[in-house]
């Protein structure tokens, strides 16, 4: 009997050079960590440069942090190439990027603060889509005249950070909602299309998870005490990132498309 194929040596993200966007709170923090404990390089961003460079030097080495606004196009050429020259020997690109930058926005079409919406249109779904397209032209250039398992030589991933809410379209936040429910098309569209050539593009739906997201989106302080009171206890960062690396560590030929992470309790959305 032939001994079964491990995700990678050691079963850990060593060798992995990974981009996680949003780094300085919350699930990307976490995932930062996740990827750090087990073996990837990283490179970090947010636009709160204090907060990654804590990180970066509460991690020590293997790290590289790039502040800045995910959308602009001059962060994405820098997290790219930062993670190429100092990882990558100046020829390997990122192989592990995770979309993780975004935001929420209490209320609805109806009801949201309007003076919001283009911040949260650009993070979540502009910024997505410019890092999805940076990366995926230099990861399918590498591909370039491979074929078959060749393609396979080592695992190559994009996950995005999607939502139970851009899956399941809730009257109570339905203009953030929205911008999920472009990014679980994006992913799905893109997967479909670079999935041949050995890039594995996948998505993650989480329900509620605590977080920075509550104060930035401004939430109803009552009715989110309502929701978690009757749903709790509610997801921990860690929780999303565990998820993110077991993602990552399938063998390049295993691709988990899509998965979808609640509170055990949280019954919708
Ligand atoms: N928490 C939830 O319940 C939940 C549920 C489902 C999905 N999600 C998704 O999960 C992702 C992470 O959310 P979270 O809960 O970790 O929220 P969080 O604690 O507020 O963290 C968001 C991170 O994104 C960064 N960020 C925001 N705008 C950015 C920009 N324009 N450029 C670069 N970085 C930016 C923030 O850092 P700076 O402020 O320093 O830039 C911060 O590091 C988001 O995409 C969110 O939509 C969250």
Do not use: C
């Not at 404990?37 to 804590?54: D, F, M, P, W, Y």
């Not at 209490?106 to 650009?122: F, K, N, P």
């Not at 994009?158 to 109570?172: K, Q, W």
């Not at 509550?214 to 929780?239: H, N, T």
């Amino acid at each position: 009997m032939s001994p079964v194929p491990s995700a990678s040596p050691g079963g850990t993200l060593s060798g992995r050079i990974a981009i996680v966007t949003g780094a300085s709170a919350g699930i990307g923090e976490a995932i930062a960590r996740d990827f750090h404990a087990h073996g990837a390089s990283i490179v970090i961003n947010a636009r709160r440069a204090e907060k990654l460079e804590q990180l970066a030097a509460y991690l020590g080495s293997r790290v590289a942090a790039v502040p800045g606004d995910a959308a602009e196009d001059s962060t994405i050429t820098a997290m790219l190439d930062t993670a190429r020259t100092k990882f990558g020997g100046g020829t390997r690109e990122a192989d592990l990027i995770i979309i993780n930058a975004g935001r929420g926005l209490g209320g609805t079409v109806i009801t949201s603060d309007i003076s919001q919406w283009e911040e949260m249109i650009r993070t979540n779904v502009l910024a997505a889509a410019k890092l999805i397209r940076a990366a995926g032209q230099r990861l399918l250039k590498e591909q370039e005249g491979k074929q078959g398992e060749a393609l396979l030589d080592r695992a190559r991933d994009i996950i995005v950070l999607g939502s139970t809410v851009g899956r399941h379209v809730s009257p109570f936040s339905s203009m953030y909602g929205g911008t999920k429910f472009n990014v679980h098309g994006m992913v799905e569209g893109v997967r479909r299309e670079i999935g041949p050539k050995g890039i594995r593009v996948s998505l993650i739906e989480p329900g509620f998870v605590v977080s920075e997201f509550q104060g930035v989106a401004g939430y109803d302080d009552a009715w989110l005490k309502g929701v978690w009171d009757r749903i709790g206890p509610v997801l921990k960062p860690e929780d999303v990132a565990r998820t993110v690396s077991f993602i990552a560590q399938q063998p390049p030929a295993v691709h988990i498309n899509d998965i979808m992470i609640r509170p055990t309790r949280q019954d919708y959305p």
